[in-house]
């Protein structure tokens, strides 16, 4: 089946350093990578997507880029503050567009 | 307009007990999701349903069935529940076909002593 690997599992940066977090899938059919953020004890919210056709997406202080020949996309988060620390997923989809997989998720600390 | 919601929000239940956990939405949306969150796992998908009436089996499928009766709704079941079943169940929903976005339930925590 489809694999998701995130990395790192855990990340912490000073208040206004940029941070990276970095997936990798293995179904090439995949067309769809969004990325979601979850504060403790909270609903998995997206904060960001990309389809395959695209190569990089901006909103604000993050960002997404996307290869589709290495299989790889990232999250670039800059200026990062306190209400950023939460845990981010990444995710692809699988099994003819129907579903999602996850990544196992990277705990982002700001400290102020 | 209340999204998705989740009923209930907290369960403590016996080993070989049985309960079912209840995902509502109300934006018309036809597909439908049943995840669990175990820590350093992330979410796992259990079953989902492409439209009213039809399910399908996730990642992690043993131990849980569904049904989709009607298109707002989707109920996750657990008939004899077991230690290992101990997580926070997420429900999600996605429009449908052309649109990729899934939106989430708040949870439901499930501790089976």
């Known amino acids: 089946g489809e694999n998701v690997e995130q990395h790192p599992s855990t990340l912490s940066v000073q208040e206004g350093d940029s941070a990276v977090i970095k997936c990798t899938y293995s179904?090439?059919?995949?067309?769809?990578f969004p990325w979601y953020k979850q504060e403790l004890g909270k609903r998995p919210q997206l904060i960001i997507d990309i389809r395959s056709n695209v190569g990089e997406k901006k909103d604000q202080r993050i960002a997404v880029t996307l290869n589709k020949t290495a299989k790889h996309f990232s999250l670039h988060i800059t200026e990062t503050q306190p209400e950023d620390s939460a845990v981010y997923f990444c995710a692809a989809t699988f099994s003819g567009y129907s579903t999602l997989t996850f990544g196992k998720g990277t705990m982002l600390l700001v400290s102020p | 307009n209340a999204g998705v919601t989740q009923t209930p929000k907290f369960r403590v239940l016996k080993t070989g007990q049985s309960m079912t956990l209840l995902c509502a939405q109300d934006m018309n949306h036809e597909y439908m999701y049943w995840y669990r969150q175990d820590p350093g796992m992330g979410l796992r998908l259990i079953h989902y349903s492409v439209g009213e009436g039809t399910t399908a089996k996730g990642e992690v499928p043993d131990g849980y069935n569904v049904s989709r009766l009607k298109k707002q709704n989707f109920l996750l079941g657990l008939e004899s529940a077991a230690p290992s079943q101990t997580s926070v169940y997420f429900c999600?929903?996605?429009?449908?076909?052309?649109?990729?976005?899934?939106?989430f339930g708040p949870g439901t925590r499930l501790t089976v002593t």
């Open positions: 999600a929903s996605r429009y449908g076909t052309g649109t990729y976005e899934q939106y």
């Open positions: 179904d090439s059919a995949s067309n769809y």
